[in-house]
């Protein structure tokens, strides 16, 4: 009996032991994963202010700078005054911006001139007093401007960019299927004063112009259509072309010049067709006419063709005007041009109002 018993008890303690040496075993392992989990968090949790390396993933690590979408060769860093002619305002509202904002290191501000009115002429006169990088002009550099721009040891170079044409404004209800380029003349020159002479209604004619210091328009036409001849005194001068259109909106017998893109697209006048001779008549805008009473819903739109043709009696180009002096005001006004002559350079003109030069 008693030798069964130290069976039964031998039995359990065998039992007992190997149950404890399991126990501990269990409880060795967890107490080693509790201590692992607690490294690992360590490991983590740093500090706001610790610096930490993580390895970038290829997608992080090929993030862009938004500045790396400038491609503009040559184009120097910092802030660039510039200005000039009027009839740029479109390319620097639509345009310029647009550059600045894919070169956010290239800052452009717009200068206005310290006496008179701003336009190309006074923007040649303020870069050739160092006040501009460089600047922006419809008519090309005059041969007395290139002699004081080398008095200061630089010459000046005009790089065209883009081609406008001049449109002639008139009454919306006056019944005149065009002129051509020498009555034009004769009319700003007080040769011809009733529209009656050109085949028009008899009714007198009202001309409008802004004064010849307004800017390059103003120059262009006197140097290319009157033939450097003077204005009749019967002109009345204007300071603005919203001014001027509105006077001839108001005015039967009224009339105007300007860039045609200031012009076309009015609903409040029409622009007359022109020819040099005996040619056709060439519309400033693209046919069919669209009638004011269809504006604004529909708006002419330029011909563009008949001006890179130069079919169209009146077209010019338009300048960058760069001082030629080595300098980064050269740098900045060449790469600027540049630009403007790449492929989404000359969309962006083209939307702007003018027509594309390449």
């Known amino acids: 009996m008693s030798q069964k018993n130290e069976t039964l008890s031998l039995f359990l303690a065998v039992i007992i032991t190997i149950g404890l040496i399991f126990g501990g075993l269990w409880f060795l392992m967890e107490r080693w994963a509790q201590i692992n989990k607690r490294v690992g968090e360590a490991s983590v949790n740093v500090n706001p202010g610790d610096r930490i390396s993580v390895p970038k993933s290829p997608e992080t690590s090929n993030t862009s700078n938004p500045s790396s979408k400038c491609n503009v060769p040559n184009l120097p860093q910092g802030t660039f005054n510039y200005g000039g002619s009027t009839t740029w305002a479109p390319i620097r509202k639509d345009v310029d911006s647009v550059l600045e904002g894919l ?3 290239f800052i452009l501000r717009y200068t206005q001139p310290p006496s008179g009115k701003p336009g190309s002429g ?4 303020m870069l050739i007093d160092n006040q501009l990088a460089f600047s922006q002009s419809s008519r090309s ?3 007395e401007e290139n002699v004081e721009a080398k008095q200061k040891e630089f010459s000046l170079k005009e790089i065209p960019v883009a081609i406008d044409g001049i449109a002639i404004a008139v009454n919306r209800n006056l019944n005149i299927p065009g002129i051509t380029v020498s009555q034009l003349k004769d009319i700003y020159t007080g040769k011809i004063t009733n529209w009656k002479e050109v085949g028009g209604q008899n009714l007198p004619i009202t001309v409008y112009s802004r004064s010849k210091e307004a800017g390059g328009t103003v120059e262009f036409f006197v140097e290319n259509v009157l033939n ?3 204005f009749a005194a019967n002109i009345s001068y204007v ?3 919203t001014e001027a259109l509105q006077k001839v909106a108001a005015s039967p017998g009224g009339i105007y010049y300007a860039s045609a893109p200031e012009v076309v697209p009015q609903c409040m006048i029409k622009s007359l067709p022109l020819r040099r001779t005996n040619e056709q008549f ?5 046919e069919p006419f669209v009638p004011p009473s269809q504006c604004p819903n529909k708006r002419n739109q330029l011909n563009s063709q008949a001006f890179r043709s130069g079919s169209y009696a009146i077209t010019r180009n338009l300048f960058v005007i760069v001082k030629q002096n080595g300098q980064t005001d050269q740098q900045a006004g060449e790469a600027y041009a540049n630009w403007l002559l790449t492929p989404e350079g000359q969309e962006l003109i083209e939307k702007a109002g003018f027509v594309k030069i390449k």
């Open 228 to 230: 450097k001849e003077n």
């Open 141 to 143: 550099v005059k041969p």
């Open 122 to 125: 006074t923007g040649i006169r």
């Open 282 to 286: 060439i519309p400033p805008y693209k």
């Open 103 to 105: 070169c956010p290191q």
């Open 239 to 241: 300071n603005t072309t």
